[in-house]
């Protein structure tokens, strides 16, 4: 078996990002949506890594930009979990209801 | 590069290439049931197994410090707030609605074409050559990850992220602030 590429990481990134991308447009539940979200960021941040050990290969062990980066969406994800599960309770609490379609208060 | 700044790595490494295909097989499944689950606290489990996956693939890429902080941050933390919240809305109702939307052939579509992206990107080859060639074994130094990161995010001198660190804590604080508005009753 061959030795495992960047080329590999990219891939499964990519599946990931899909699997979020598919979860975040068809699902209905806003917690499951939200769920969606932290996969594509977690491909996002595999891609990041994996990239950042390509540039470890080229310009020696301490170019550990991707991982600062990867560290960095880590924290915004935190950010982003905290600010929408805020934002769901506060519409659950006036609504009764966590489902994306029945969020149509500014549709006309 | 200079060689003295890389000494061949003494041990070879563990992980062989089986690690990687098993664990991206518990991800892409983990992925999938995420989606598909009714029961919101299932999609959880779910997503806590691909997270723990991905900590293990970030310990293969070289990533200890990444590593940790996936499975103290994610795993450990952002998760257990997801189930909090799902505990404080009602799942009972959920578990007799339909879960997906009206909208789900649109989004199949708009998938499709986002794999058919990724799919062209990756297989270009520019000037007969693969776009991302595979990586040497050799470029890991025991035990300089946390280090480096460290010297990145807080060296006066050469911490280049040293400003973006800063923002990002001030980031935090607004989204402390935030949540702290959005699910308190009355002000």
């Known amino acids: ?108 | 590069m200079n060689p003295a700044l890389n000494p061949p790595l003494s041990n070879p490494p563990v992980a062989t290439p089986y690690f990687f295909y098993g664990l991206a097989a518990i991800m892409i499944i983990g992925g999938i049931l995420v989606i598909t689950r009714k029961n919101a606290v299932h999609s959880a489990l779910a997503l806590i197994t691909t997270l723990l996956a991905q900590a293990a693939l970030y310990l293969m890429l070289y990533a200890p410090f990444v590593a940790g902080v996936q499975i103290i941050l994610y795993a450990g933390g952002i998760m257990v707030l997801f189930l909090f919240v799902i505990m404080l809305i009602s799942i009972e109702r959920q578990e007799k609605e339909r879960p997906f939307n009206k909208q789900w052939l649109v989004g199949m579509v708009a998938a499709a074409a986002l794999g058919g992206l990724f799919i062209a990107v990756y297989t270009t080859r520019t000037r007969g050559s693969v776009l991302f060639p595979p990586v040497g074994r050799e470029s890991y130094v025991e035990g300089q990850n946390t280090q480096g990161i460290a010297s990145l995010l807080f060296d006066l001198h050469s911490g280049t992220y040293m400003f973006a660190f800063e923002i990002a804590s001030l980031l935090l604080l607004v989204a402390i602030i935030g949540a702290v508005v959005m699910a308190k009753k009355r002000i």
Do not use: C
Not at chain 1, 59 to 64: E, I, N, Y
Not at chain 1, 69 to 75: D, E, M
């Open chain 1, 1 to 108: 078996m061959t030795d495992i590429s960047t080329l590999h990481y990219l891939v499964l990134g990519a599946a990931l990002f899909l699997l979020g991308v598919i979860g975040v447009l068809t699902r209905r539940n806003v917690v499951i949506v939200l769920m969606s979200i932290e996969l594509i960021l977690n491909a996002v941040n595999l891609n990041l890594v994996a990239f950042s050990r390509y540039w470890q290969s080229i310009h020696g062990p301490s170019a550990l930009h991707g991982q600062v980066f990867a560290i960095f969406v880590i924290t915004d994800a935190a950010a982003e979990a905290a600010v929408g599960l805020g934002i769901l309770i506060a519409f659950f609490r006036n609504k009764e209801t966590v489902n994306v379609d029945e969020v149509n208060l500014l549709k006309w």
